[in-house]
């Protein structure tokens, strides 16, 4: 795993016009904390933060610089603009070589299933405890040889020596299921259409009832002219 180097500042104004300031400028605001240490507020690169990010993912270690000192972190939570994408704020937290965090990684599926077979993902991270500077960005797995009716657990992830799974081992990840036969979808489409063809619509009672109210209101107008 990489660690991306970021020169950081020190941020002395806060609230939302401070930060504002700090995007126009092309950075992002972002605050520092764990171990203890009171929280740190920073600006950070945009461009070098947002590289590190979509190379990294939210695991991607960070080496800050902030007045000549380095200092290790990962990234807690990241708010991006929900319409144009670019990064709002980042919370990050201190870590130390050597020490094991829990974090989630990403699963990414690979190779492609049997025409006859369809793939779901119903979990698309697992849970893991690994060490802070050798945090896998994302783990592979190979869905060609999956069948209908098998089901993936978060046990059958290969990890990293020295990563220890967190997530239930029997959690499913990944599932395989039987694409429907063109007879078995003839059925079900004959099925529907039975259920429907049963049921009288909307548009034919309506004008039943138009029919009944027409009759009864001729009935009604002619009884005078009868009785004259």
Known sequence: MSENLLLAEERTEFGKGAARRVRRAHKVPAVLYGHG???????????DLMLALKH?????????????????ALPKAVT??????????VDLVVVRRGEKVTVDVAIHL???????VLVTQPVGSIRIEAEATHLPERFEYDVSAIAGGDNITAAQIELPAGSTLVSDADLVVISG????TAA?????LAEAEAEVGGTPTVDESAEAGDADGES???E?????????
């Open 37 to 47: 240490m009171d929280p740190k507020h920073l600006s950070l690169p945009g461009h």
């Open 56 to 72: 990294g993912g939210t695991n991607a270690l960070l080496t800050l610089s902030v007045d000549g000192e380095e200092q290790l």
């Open 80 to 89: 991006r603009d929900p319409i144009k994408g670019f990064l709002e704020h």
């Open 110 to 116: 690979t190779g492609e299933s049997d025409r006859e």
């Open 177 to 180: 299921q039987s694409a429907p």
């Open 184 to 188: 078995q979808l003839e059925s079900e």
């Open 216 to 218: 009864g209101d001729n």
């Open 220 to 228: 009604s107008a002619e009884a005078p002219a009868a009785a004259e």
